[in-house]
T-cell receptor, first 115, second 114 residues
Framework: DAGVIQSPRHEVTEMGQEVTLRCKPI?????LFWYRQTMMRGLELLIY????????DSGMPEDRFSAKMPNASFSTLKIQPSEPRDSAVYFC?????????????FGPGTRLTVL | AQSVAQPEDQVNVAEGNPLTVKCTYS??????LFWYVQYPNRGLQFLLK??????LVKGSYGFEAEFNKSQTSFHLKKPSALVSDSALYFC????????????FGQGTTLQVKP
């Protein structure tokens, strides 16, 4: 069974450009989580979805960040416009059935560099 | 509010020696506790979790963790460290009714030297 799939694995862009990160959760998982990892702030939860509905987006840093989950097998995290301080590794994770006891499985991450 | 603390940024052990990576937590109600490992340029991999029952939890790659409610701790242990155990380790906590939201500690780098 394939794990969580993220694309692209690496993204280099210039300040002001739009960036879209993609995630395909494990089939059958109905919760999806977006995290950001930096040296300064560690691992931060940005937003999570349950049954395609955003449950908690309090971690989204500002309006430049948006996330969608149009169906159970796909989610996007968009940054528009991007800034150098957005440079980080972005992880997607999924779990089932989305209760506190369930294990989150992480994708390999997208390393974003904003010049 | 929930929080997790990993008091050591780095732990150094010699191969073959026992290792401990410390974690303490603060959460109202009964905690659900997790350990994850991250190898360089990889995503986080699940090691083990405590939900209820036996305070000693066994996980992947020979790791185990002991839940101590009175000390609000969930330390990760392994009897004999391997060089290949060198990685970044994260402790995380959630609680009942929180729909799976995990709060992570800042991570501890484990360095195992030959």
């Amino acid at each position: 069974d394939a794990g969580v799939i993220q694309s692209p694995r690496h993204e280099v862009t210039e300040m002001g450009q739009e960036v879209t990160l993609r995630c395909k959760p494990i089939s059958g998982h109905n919760s999806l989580f977006w995290y950001r990892q930096t040296m300064m702030r560690g691992l931060e939860l940005l937003i999570y979805f349950n049954n395609n509905v955003p449950i908690d987006d309090s971690g989204m840093p500002e309006d430049r960040f948006s996330a969608k989950m149009p169906n159970a097998s796909f989610s996007t995290l968009k940054i528009q416009p991007s800034e150098p301080r957005d440079s980080a590794v972005y992880f997607c994770a999924s779990s089932t059935p989305g209760t506190s006891t369930d294990t989150q499985y992480f994708g390999p991450g997208t390393r974003l560099t904003v010049l | 509010a929930q929080s997790v603390a990993q008091p050591e940024d780095q732990v150094n052990v010699a191969e073959g020696n026992p290792l401990t990576v410390k974690c303490t937590y603060s959460v109202s109600g009964n905690p659900y506790l997790f350990w994850y490992v991250q190898y360089p340029n990889r995503g986080l991999q699940f090691l083990l979790k405590y939900i209820t029952g036996d305070n000693l939890v066994k996980g992947s790659y020979g790791f185990e963790a002991e839940f101590n409610k009175s000390q609000t701790s969930f330390h990760l242990k392994k009897p004999s460290a391997l060089v290949s155990d060198s990685a970044l380790y994260f402790c995380a906590v959630s609680r009942p009714g929180n729909t799976g939201k995990l709060i992570f500690g800042q991570g501890t780098t484990l360095q195992v030297k030959p």
